[in-house]
């Protein structure tokens, strides 16, 4: 039993080069994995298939193409509601007046569930097939997050939030061992949920240094190790947070060192924003192996500051893109991708040209980029074989010139490219491939996602 999808597919072949394969087959067998590219298929070769008992043909139509899924690396599901709300706030008091209150909220399950069940809805129907997440302090709701991204086919990581200091009375772990307990609970609970890891996972999460002790942080160093879990927290994302971590841990030099102490910097680690990391931390990270995930939008949005990327990458660091929901006010991978090329040129007013990202370099992140932070370089993020189908059929609406073109085939073209609806990405029909993808990238949004798969299973179809 196989599913062949048939039709033009682009994916990143590197950090500067997108391949678009015109004409072309992916062959995905029933646990998900693609078993063949062809490129280009013969028509003589999809009759054969046609003709294969169990076999599913699903085809793109004109103005459409396939892309990997989006891979957000850095995702507060537990804020969810709070997308938008931010107003004038800076990190520190933005985490006490808008963040601690509604994550505690979520200690009631019936409202774990209900934003929950949003947050994957509405971060699948953007075209996001794997995220890292974190949840709250509470150890049923964060279960909740595992079970609901389990049963709604999204990849995910899913992090239980520890926070043993300096949080509010209302919205604390009790002590470093209540705090490891907990995490292990949520671990014990990804691993029955699914067994292998093949969709759901653990991760470990201290929240960041400031509200993590020395303690803490030395025993899920220790849990990580052990485990061989991944480890997401925040580093280096405002100045007030800097000083903070200077004055709470005056022994370390600097704030990855606070990390590193505790064992906590090791390749399977995520580190979200990195906005203002100095020459020595960017080389401690580098030699640890740890990964970053960039957050164009909640840096703006929170006015931390601007993460110099093309710095990071030449360092050879890997790098993935995160919304940080809802620090960044968008669910969006794609928003976060085209927020990170408007960032890059902020950044290059002083650090220079090189520092812009093109439009391949935002979506190899958005795609290869994230996969490779999670370790799923070899399962997510292209069209190869040997890799799992997570993947978008892409629309993108098509303009009949009516002068020139028979009215009502082009209509039908148009309805069949939109999936029902139209996008907000306009095609004329004179647009070559790199073109199309730019536009998608600088004016798509999740109008244009008409399908997603997730190891080969349709997670979402946008209403016709
Ligand atoms: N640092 C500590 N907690 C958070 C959070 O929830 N969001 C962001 N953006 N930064 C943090
Ligand atoms: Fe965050």
């Known amino acids: 039993l196989k599913t062949i999808y048939v039709g033009t597919f682009i994916h990143s072949v590197s950090l500067a080069e997108l391949q678009v394969l015109k004409r072309s087959a992916v062959a995905v067998d029933e646990s998900g994995k693609i078993l063949l590219v062809e490129h280009p298929v013969e028509a003589s070769m999809l009759e054969m298939w046609a003709k294969e008992a169990g076999t599913t043909i699903v085809e793109a139509g004109p103005g459409q193409f396939f892309f990997p899924g989006l891979i957000d690396t850095h995702i507060h599901a537990s804020q969810y509601p709070n997308s938008g709300i931010f107003g004038k706030s800076t990190l520190l008091d933005w985490l006490n007046t808008y963040t601690f209150p509604l994550e505690a909220s979520l200690a009631k399950p019936s409202k774990a569930k209900r934003v929950y069940s949003r947050c994957v809805a509405r971060t699948l129907s953007h075209g996001t097939t794997t995220a890292a997440y974190y949840a709250t302090r509470d150890v049923t709701s964060t279960n909740i997050l595992a079970t609901t991204c389990h049963t709604a086919g999204q990849r995910a990581f899913v992090g239980r939030c520890c926070m043993d200091c300096m949080a509010p009375d209302y919205y604390r772990d009790t002590d470093a061992a209540t705090s490891l307990a907990d995490t292990i609970k949520c671990a014990e609970f990804c691993a029955k949920l699914d067994p292998k890891g093949e969709l759901v996972q653990s991760i470990i999460t201290p929240r960041f240094a400031p509200s993590c002790s020395r303690e803490l942080m030395r025993d899920l160093g220790d849990f990580m190790a052990q485990s061989g879990l991944l480890c997401q927290t925040h580093i280096s994302e405002n100045k007030g947070e800097i000083e903070l ?3 709470l841990f005056p022994e370390c030099k600097n704030y990855a060192t606070v990390y590193d102490r505790a064992g906590l910097l090791s390749e399977k680690t995520v580190l979200a924003h990195a906005v203002h990391l100095t020459d020595d931390e960017i080389a401690l990270v580098k030699m640890r192996g740890s990964k970053i995930s ?26 993935g893109l995160g919304t940080d929901v809802s620090g960044g006010y968008s669910p969006s991978v794609l928003e976060a991708a085209r927020q990170a090329t408007m960032t890059s040129r902020f950044v290059s007013l002083t650090e220079g040209e ?5 439009v391949e370099e935002a979506l190899y992140l958005a795609t290869r980029g994230g996969a490779e932070v999670l370790g799923l370089q070899k399962t997510v993020g292209a069209f190869e074989v040997g890799m799992e189908w997570d993947a978008l059929l892409v629309g993108c609406t098509f303009v009949p010139d009516e002068e020139e073109c028979d009215e009502d085939e082009d209509l039908l073209q148009a309805k069949q490219a939109v999936g029902g609806g139209m996008t907000p990405v306009d095609l004329f029909g004179w647009e070559n491939w790199e073109e199309m993808v730019a536009k998608w990238l600088y004016s798509g949004d999740d109008r244009n996602v008409l399908k997603v798969w997730v190891k080969g299973r349709k997670v979402h179809e946008k209403p016709a």
Request: charged share 20%; hydrophobic share 45%.
């Open 294 to 319: 960039h957050c164009p939008v909640s840096n703006a949005a929170l006015t931390s500051g601007a993460a110099k990327v093309r710095r990071l990458l030449d360092e050879g660091i890997v790098v």
């Open 245 to 247: 971590v200077a004055s």
């Open 354 to 358: 090189e520092a812009k990202l093109s």
